[in-house]
């Protein structure tokens, strides 16, 4: 699980001994792990063969249908309730992260946060849209007009939100007092301020699009929702299909969220373990201040190696399509394709990530009738009993297996579009992918072995 402070609610609502992703067993794969790897990696090639034989046409000259969708969804009165209801909540939050107890089994504020928010919020926003830029309580009190408006620089880009994604990644990674009320509500009240301080100087809407860390964030991944920001539906996926690449900073950021995450999963493997035992003294468990300077290394680091991974590989791609008559640069193939990646990264959300929620995220229930943990019974479900056994290791390892190769396939869909309208030719296309679709291979049965680690047994 992500979060080492937060994963006592998952283990305390278990019965027995409990083991990794708040499972008590481990799950028995029917055939070897490496049968189940290899296949999971000749799908993907497979897709790679029959994208480069049947499509044809580049993203720019993709159509799909798009349909309306009600209009009073958009009705100012839909909106303002919206926003009312989320700032209500951020209050609520503070109030019990300052006044409530300190205990997180009776607090609201770590299980909503870290679990309801922080990853259901992930799966609603790529499963509606672009929720966030309605109810972010931050923009809902701030003014539009109000500020100094100054130009924030060309050159900073989204870097901003680039390093808070980082110390947001460390802070429920690494931080062992992320699940202390009081400790969110301080992080809750100081990034406000920052915040705010950003809009006054540079608008409200120019820090929202490149300072705003959960804005730039949520607003990637709404572009693989099936609905868009004018309430039309379209297929899913097809917010990616602009061929026109993002800044290196936007870039930066989706290499980030795919590097967090994964980072998060290898600390629940052997080679993790392996790692920390051999800095450690020989006989003795890893110290706090070992697993967190390694843990922190872990997540600076990881997202440059995947930075430079992704470089090498497209600068493959642009040596490969360099006889083109349009030929293209390894940072300008880098700035196209990276937000391809994003399929992949909430693929490995959904593997990572869903079980818990099932099982963990039901202690939203009780705690919602008494935030504070004072004994209230506001809504009458504090005598709520979740039921731990929603889920098992089964379910997390198909899971895992399906969504991990449909992000794959997906991702591999949309780069070929990509590569068809930059190069405006099917063999040059289908050329440059040949690096991204070893790349795709690679690193589905790299997820998928990371993943396997805490769930399964008989590898």
């Not at 409530?100 to 609603?124: E, K």
């Not at 709520?384 to 869909?413: C, E, N, Q």
Request: charged share 10%; hydrophobic share 55%; aromatic share 14%.
């Amino acid at each position: 699980m992500p979060l080492r402070g937060v994963l006592c609610f998952a283990l305390a609502l278990l019965p027995g001994e409990a083991a990794a992703h708040a499972f008590g067993t481990r799950y028995d794969l029917p055939l070897p792990l490496r049968l189940w790897l290899g296949t999971a990696g000749a799908i993907v090639a497979l897709s790679f063969v029959v994208f480069a034989l049947v499509l044809r046409r580049g993203a720019g000259t993709v159509s799909y249908p798009r349909f309306d969708l009600p209009r009073w969804l958009a009705h100012p009165f839909v909106i303002t309730t919206l926003r009312v209801f989320s700032v209500a909540i951020f209050l609520v939050l503070l109030a019990s992260g300052w006044f409530g107890t300190q205990d997180p089994f009776r607090n609201i504020v770590p299980a909503f946060v870290w679990i309801a928010w922080w990853i259901g919020f992930t799966y609603l926003t790529v499963v509606v849209g672009d929720v966030w830029s309605v109810v972010n309580p931050w923009k809902a009190v701030y003014p539009a007009r109000f500020g100094l408006h100054r130009d924030l620089p060309r050159a900073v880009g989204a870097w901003p939100a680039v390093l808070l994604l980082v110390a947001f990644a460390w802070i429920e990674i690494v931080w062992e007092g992320n699940a202390v009320p009081a400790h969110i509500a301080w992080l809750a009240a100081g990034y406000s301020l920052l915040t705010w301080i950003g809009m006054f100087a540079f608008g409200r809407d120019a820090w929202l699009a490149r300072g705003e860390v959960f804005s730039v964030y949520f607003g990637l991944l709404a572009r693989l929702a099936p609905i868009d920001r004018e309430l039309k539906l379209r297929p899913p996926v097809a917010g990616l299909l602009d061929p026109r690449p993002v800044s290196t900073s936007v870039a930066a950021f989706v290499i980030v969220m795919l590097a967090t995450v994964t980072f998060d999963g290898l600390r629940e493997t052997p080679l993790w373990a392996n790692l920390l035992a051999g800095r450690s003294n020989p006989g003795e468990p890893p110290g706090d201040a070992l697993w967190t300077g390694t843990a922190t290394a872990g997540v600076v680091l990881t997202p440059c190696v995947f930075a430079l991974v992704i470089l090498a590989t497209c600068a493959l791609m642009a040596a490969l399509a360099r006889g083109n008559e349009h030929p293209a640069s390894a940072g300008e193939l880098a700035r196209l394709f990276v937000p391809t990646l994003l399929p992949i990264a909430f693929a490995y959300h959904v593997a990572h990530y869903l079980s818990y929620l099932l099982i963990a995220g039901q202690v939203v229930i009780p705690l919602a009738s008494d935030p504070l943990g004072r004994g209230w019974d506001l809504f009458g479900t504090a005598r709520f009993k979740p039921v731990v056994d929603i889920v098992g290791a089964r379910f997390a390892w198909y899971t895992s297996v399906v969504v991990i190769v449909l992000g794959h396939v997906a991702a591999m869909y949309v780069a070929h579009r990509l590569a068809l309208e930059r190069f405006g030719d099917a063999r040059t296309a289908r050329r440059s992918q040949y690096p991204f679709a070893a790349l795709m291979v690679l690193y589905t049965m790299t997820s998928l072995w990371i993943l396997a680690q805490p769930i399964t047994a008989g590898g």
